[in-house]
């Protein structure tokens, strides 16, 4: 392009541009100088171009002018694919090729392809390789077109056939007593066994998950099964070579309970001697389950009693803990059993009353039968005056005032004496006075299952003017401090002219003429307030006592 200026073409300045929507961008050897009046444009893909140059003189005023390009395509080169291929005998291959233009795009109206090949097999015009039966190669295949052409390489290769199993899946221990089987499958191939790829899986419906020590590899044609659970198990293994083709074995696998552990119940008794205790056994397999089928256990004891075989224990001999044991076959499981002594339950055994209107120092009654060595012997006795009283008998046991009381009113009075621990046999009891007295009374008892030392826990006592109302005749509340107590209680009708009822929950052991002295007693479970109660028959004046003593 060439402009002219009324000061000089020289000054002038000359610019480049593609206007409207070029294919591409276009470049220009010079552009914004005055040596751009004779530039090359050079361009990235064919089309056409509309091209203005715009020519500017020093004072700015300008001047444009256009020019339309059309950049054909032309045949450059040619891109085959693949590149080289693999074809099994008797195979096919497609091949492709592409004319590429001088920008290497593909061309839109490509030229004709022509295609050869110099061995191994034949090829169409389309590109589609044909191999020959005969393995070979490396074969060149040719595309041309003009005085381009392009090549690639074809092998010809044998069939690929699917592996096949050389030595069947087995597994080393079937049926399975354990949690784990070792599973094993070997296999032939073409391509040799070290590419094929070993793949185990649970076939149906299996009892649980099963994971194994190695899969999906060629180190997993031998793998060890991991179970959770006992049951039925299929498994298929497929084998697989480096081009996808395929064959499966198989084996079946029974995992059995096997007794791994053995737990008794309950694990941990105290049996009071005498006493029994249930005892049962459960078989767990390898996996923590209980069996279906429990074996027959095997029941042994090292102590404190002895044990049936349908586990049932009784206690002979105080002490432990001792070991329960059951078992079956080489498995056992434990507990521990300890044996304790039975708290003694006190008891009456006997008793016996004497009675006195003539004055003297002393009343005195013998027990039926022997007593018991060891036993309690407790003396309720009333006399007609103050005097002061104490108690012996014949075996020399030691005696105790349990409690006292004087009723000045009616001048009455009322005591409780005991021995513990006594020595057993004939024994006559006697109540001595300080001083000559009449109206005199005793009642004397003997009980079992008392504490042969500190044996006397509270006592309460109480004169007052008593009524009818049921119970309302007491020796007032003490708080006792062991359970089990035997509650004595004694009251005097210091009148002498009432019948007595035993308290509710009481027992009426003895009376003494016509009931104006009358003893009673129970066993209070559990520690706590215990009063000595009666019912009186008229409104008389009374005293009551109460003594509380320990069991054995």
């Not at 129970?522 to 320990?550: D, E, N």
């Amino acid at each position: 392009m060439l402009g002219s200026d009324d000061v000089g073409e020289s000054g002038l300045r000359y610019t480049w541009a593609a206007t409207g929507t070029p294919p591409a961008a276009v470049s220009f050897s010079a552009n914004g100088t005055n040596a751009a009046k004779s530039t090359t444009a050079t361009f990235a893909r064919a089309g056409d171009y509309s091209l203005q140059v715009t020519i500017a003189d020093g004072g700015g005023l300008t001047a444009t002018s256009s020019v339309n390009v059309s950049v054909t395509q032309t045949l450059s080169g040619i891109v085959i694919a693949p590149s080289s291929a693999s074809v099994a005998a008797d195979g096919t291959q497609q091949f492709a090729a592409t004319s590429v233009d001088q920008f290497g795009v593909a061309m839109s109206l490509p030229p004709g392809i022509s295609w050869s090949v110099d061995g191994g097999g034949t090829i169409d015009s389309s590109g589609l390789f044909r191999a020959g039966s005969v393995v070979g190669g490396p074969f060149t295949v040719q595309a041309s077109s003009g005085s381009h052409s392009v090549t690639a390489t074809v092998n010809v290769v044998p069939v690929n056939k699917p592996p096949t199993v050389s030595s069947p899946a087995a597994a080393s221990s079937n049926p399975a007593t354990g949690t784990t089987t070792s599973l094993s499958v070997l296999s032939d191939d073409d391509g040799g066994e070290a590419a094929l790829t070993y793949t185990w899986a649970t076939t149906g419906t299996p009892p649980a998950a099963v994971s194994f020590s190695a899969n999906s590899s060629n180190a997993a044609k031998n793998t060890v099964a991991m179970f959770t659970t006992a049951g039925n198990y299929g498994f298929q293994v497929t084998i697989r070579d480096a081009a996808g083709l395929t064959t499966v074995a198989g084996v079946n696998v029974t995992v059995t309970q096997t007794v791994t552990t053995i737990v008794v119940s309950p694990a941990s008794a105290t049996v009071a001697n005498g006493s029994t205790q249930q005892f049962a056994a459960t078989a767990r397999d390898q996996f923590g389950t209980v069996l279906t089928a429990q074996p027959v256990m095997t029941w042994t004891v090292t102590g404190g009693g002895n044990i049936s075989a349908g586990g049932l224990f009784t206690a002979t001999t105080t002490g432990g803990p001792f070991t329960v044991r059951a078992t079956a076959g080489s498995v056992s499981g434990t507990a521990s059993v300890t044996v304790t002594a039975v708290a003694a339950v006190p008891a009456y055994v006997q008793g016996a009353t004497m009675t006195s209107d003539s004055s003297s120092n002393t009343i005195a009654r013998a027990f039926t039968a022997s007593t018991t060595v060891g036993n309690l012997i407790v003396a309720a006795v009333s006399w007609g005056s103050s005097a002061a009283v104490t108690c012996s008998d014949n075996r020399g046991n030691a005696y105790a005032v349990a409690a006292t009381a004087y009723d000045s009113t009616n001048n009455q009075s009322l005591a409780i004496c005991y021995a513990a621990g006594i020595a057993g046999g004939t024994t006559t009891v006697t109540a001595t006075f300080s001083g000559s007295a009449p109206y005199l009374r005793m009642a004397v008892h003997e009980y079992s299952g008392i504490a042969t030392s500190n044996a006397l826990d509270v006592t309460a006592k109480n004169t007052a003017n008593g009524t009818t109302a049921a119970n309302a005749i007491t020796s007032t509340a003490a708080m006792t401090t062991a359970s089990g107590d035997l509650i004595f209680g004694a009251v005097m009708d210091t009148a002498g002219t009432t019948t007595i009822a035993a308290g509710t929950g009481f027992t009426q052991r003895l009376s003494v003429n016509n009931k104006d002295l009358a003893t009673e007693d129970r066993v209070q479970p559990t520690a706590g307030s215990a009063a000595a109660t009666q019912t009186f028959g008229r409104a008389q004046r009374y005293i009551a006592m109460m003594g509380a003593f320990r069991h054995r």
